[in-house]
Every structure is written in structure tokens, then in C-alpha cells.
């Protein structure tokens, strides 16, 4: 991933612009307070939407995935996410049926004049696709192979070692 050299304090927002526009991502700025980024993961394609919610000086980042999860599966599927919940240590994941998606949420503070560095930003967006990306088998076994939660982890090999 491609960093960017900030000389001055820029919005929360203008930092993920210029990480995006570094890496030839498409984006989508939506009004003043979100910008949507479209990235190609090994897995899936990833909607990264990121909203600054000036209130509470916070940038929230959502990555999804498409999953459209049938109703016999729903049940499962929570118990996957309270488990991988439990295991991830920043962030969680969420399921957002509205827009057959399933999410993985994080928010960094940025209070008044802190703002948010080229280096945070990358992170931010770099553990979340990454969090989606070593889970995302295991969000498959359970909807299309109709895996029992605890399986469909023990079945998700994401890290090999060499090649084939």
C-alpha cells in the first residue's frame, strides 16, 4: 500500500482521498461527510465506506462484502460473527441484510485539531480488508455449505506456507 506525505493537518476525509487516489482506487465522495472506496481483495470485491461523524470527532470505516445469506443460515451466520467477534481485537463484524452485505466496522478518534496521519489511515483501511480477507472462506462455509459456525472456522485456512 502506497503512503502519502501530509505537510499540514488535513480533514480525516482528505487523507483517504489521497491514500485512494495513491492507489488508483476508485472512490465516491457522497456530501461532505463520507467517502466510498471500491478495492479488489483475493476474495471478493470490498465497498470501504468511510463517514467522519463531526460530533463525536470520529472517522468510522465500514468494509463490506456482498452476502446474500439465506434464512435457514441466518442463525448460524450470528453465531459466526459473535464468534469472530470475540477473536478479532479491534473492530468487529456486523451483518447488514438491507443490502446483502456483511461489514467489518472500525472507528479511530480525531479530536479537534489531532486529525488523522497518512500512516493511521493506512492501517485503518489495510487491518480491515485484511480482517475480511482471512475470514471471508469461513463466511462461505457457513452460507453456501451450510457449515456449523465452530467448523467453518476451524475450515478457514487462510495463511499457507510455499507454493503448489
Known amino acids: 500500500m502506497t503512503t502519502v506525505a501530509m505537510p499540514e493537518t488535513p480533514a480525516p476525509l482528505q487523507v483517504i482521498e489521497q491514500i485512494a ?22 476474495w471478493s470485491e470490498y465497498e470501504v465506506a468511510f463517514s467522519w461523524l463531526p460530533d463525536l470527532q470520529v472517522l468510522h470505516m465500514a468494509c463490506g462484502f456482498s452476502l446474500a445469506v439465506p434464512a435457514n443460515q441466518l442463525e448460524e451466520l450470528r453465531t459466526l460473527l459473535r464468534l469472530l467477534n470475540e477473536m478479532v481485537w479491534v473492530g468487529h463484524f456486523d451483518n447488514w441484510p438491507q443490502a446483502d452485505m456483511v461489514l467489518f466496522r472500525h472507528a479511530a478518534l480525531c479530536p479537534e485539531g489531532e486529525g488523522l496521519s497518512a500512516q493511521q489511515g493506512c492501517e485503518m483501511l489495510l487491518r480491515g480488508l485484511e480482517t475480511c480477507e482471512d475470514y471471508f472462506a469461513a463466511f462461505g462455509f457457513v452460507v453456501r455449505e451450510c457449515k456449523d459456525a465452530q467448523e467453518a472456522l476451524q475450515m478457514n485456512i487462510t495463511d499457507t506456507k510455499g507454493t503448489a
Not at 487516489?21 to 483475493?42: E, M, S
Open 21 to 42: 487516489t495513491a492507489n488508483k482506487w476508485p472512490l465516491d465522495r457522497v456530501g461532505d461527510n463520507q467517502v466510498n472506496l471500491f478495492i479488489a481483495g483475493r
